[in-house]
């Protein structure tokens, strides 16, 4: 088995890959919820509640990758326009999302490393398990079939998190050889996830163009 062979969609719709990288992901969200659990209390007791969904960025963003893979085992017909629209947003966000903070989170570890945080095998587990959501999130793009309008909500929901996690100190804990390039951190937060979006959308272009799916079909 080769490489193309493993990122096609005639492999990745299999129902064993789809149960296995669903089951990986549903873990891999509860551990990252757990992983937040000090800064989920310390915002619970600081900020106001509202800003408490704005805080697990990782594991909101499998999350919405796990339910766009339970959609593609369970394929739920949505009987209303509203389901259909709230599908759609959610397979949109599961890719920009699981695009944005798979690298955003290798790149934090590394430039923390880089600066002189240590690093440990957590460190590594969690690129290994970042970078891998960065690729899923490419890969099955050509599974879904969210469209224009979709991504347009799913990009704006991104960019109001960066813009609550920045203006209200909300973002995910950094190493501590960040805290004094928040400003840097910032900025490459923005700016990656509008390439994380242009990603997505080319990544739709292509699967548009290689697939039968209708525009009546799309949101």
């Known amino acids: ?4 062979s493993v990122m096609s969609i005639r492999f990745l ?3 064993w890959v789809l149960w296995l990288l669903f089951w990986s992901n549903l873990l891999g969200t509860i551990y990252g919820y757990y ?3 000090n800064q989920l209390i310390y915002t ?12 697990p ?10 339910i766009s893979i339970g959609f593609l085992l369970f ?6 326009l509203f389901g259909m629209i709230a599908k759609r947003i959610i397979e949109a966000l599961g890719v920009v999302t699981s695009i944005k903070y798979g690298i955003w989170a290798c790149v934090m570890i ?10 440990g095998w957590q460190d590594w587990m ?25 991504l347009t909500l799913a990009s704006c929901w991104t960019w109001l998190n960066d813009t609550v996690d920045y203006s209200a100190a909300v973002y995910p804990w950094l190493p501590y050889t960040l805290v004094n390039e928040l400003t840097a951190v910032c900025i490459f937060t923005f700016t990656w996830t509008g390439i994380s979006v242009a990603m997505t959308w080319l990544a739709m272009r292509y699967r548009d163009q290689r697939t039968n799916i209708t525009k009546e079909a799309m949101f």
């Open 75 to 80: 394929r739920p017909q949505p009987r209303t």
């Open 126 to 150: 969690l690129i290994g398990s970042h970078l891998a959501m960065a690729v899923e999130g490419l890969l099955f793009v050509r599974l879904f079939a969210f469209g224009s309008a979709a």
């Open 110 to 119: 590394v430039a923390g490393a880089y600066l002189g945080s240590p690093m």
């Open 1 to 4: 088995m080769n490489l193309l």
């Open 13 to 15: 719709s299999q129902r």
């Open 57 to 66: 960025d990782s594991p909101t963003a499998s999350l919405f990758f796990t």
């Open 35 to 37: 992983w937040y659990k």
């Open 44 to 55: 619970w007791e600081h900020h106001p509640a509202w800003q408490l969904i704005f805080v």
